[in-house]
């Protein structure tokens, strides 16, 4: 069955890089585009950007040049790294698959995430 | 980017019916599609799909649960609301990105 599980640390230092890995089964990277979605504490929902199917990604522009989005396709995983941390970015890190076409109708929805990876960023 | 407007909290009562509605500062329609989603939240937990552009409910999701809405202006009912259904729901536009979400609606019982 379709699965999405990010694994990554709890704990980062101000100022240093975030890495986030999405491992994902039961679906190919080539056919769904993987996107990032993250959730501050007691806050909503934000989206970071997206790996598409074809390998192209797509940024958040309030992430400026900090986020990068990378793939293995081998081994059906999406990275996420972002650089530069600070407090505001202590949140729950989700990965999520994008399915645009299901049977030839149009659904353009995240209809499977992963469970998240709460990440605290300390000074 | 485009921005969606939802009303902090509802309260309603067991069996009621609840409207959640999510406002746009840009059209999300698109050659015939409306593209805004729907999503319930509960504490600790990823977000679930309910209903996808604008009205469809998704697999699996009871019919209690519908949408509808076009252009700006978007609604999510519960009808009849039950104990299971306190969450947070959230509205999504996919007409341009980045992807948008509202800040959410937490829907409580009285």
């Known amino acids: 069955q379709v699965q999405l599980k990010e694994t990554g640390p709890d704990l980062v230092q101000l100022t240093q890089t975030l890495s986030i890995t999405c491992t994902v089964s039961g679906f190919s990277l080539t056919t769904y585009n993987v996107h990032w979605v993250r959730q501050p504490p007691g806050k909503g929902l934000e989206w970071m950007g997206a790996?598409?199917?074809?390998?192209?990604?797509d940024y958040n522009s309030a992430f400026k040049s900090r986020l990068s989005i990378s793939r293995d396709t081998s081994k059906s995983q999406v990275f996420l790294k972002m650089n530069s941390l600070q407090t505001d970015d202590t949140a729950k890190y989700f990965c999520a698959r994008h399915e645009v076409y299901y049977s030839g109708d149009l659904k353009d929805y995240f209809d499977y995430w992963g469970q998240g990876v709460m990440v605290t960023v300390s000074s | 980017d485009i921005v969606l407007t939802q009303s902090p909290a509802l309260a309603v009562s067991l069996g009621q019916r609840a409207t959640i509605s999510c406002k746009t500062n840009q059209n999300v329609d698109y050659y015939g599609n409306s593209y805004m989603h729907w999503y319930q939240q509960k504490p600790g937990q990823q977000p679930k799909l309910l209903i996808y552009?604008?009205?469809n409910l998704a697999s699996g999701i009871p019919a209690r649960f519908s949408g509808r809405g076009s252009g700006t202006d978007f609604t999510l009912t519960i009808d009849p609301v039950e104990a299971d259904d306190t969450a947070t729901y959230y509205c999504?536009?996919?007409?341009?990105?980045?992807?948008?979400f509202g800040a959410g609606t937490k829907l409580e019982l009285k």
């Open positions: 999504q536009q996919s007409r341009n990105l980045p992807n948008t």
């Open positions: 790996m598409w199917n074809g390998g192209g990604t």
């Open positions: 552009l604008a009205s």
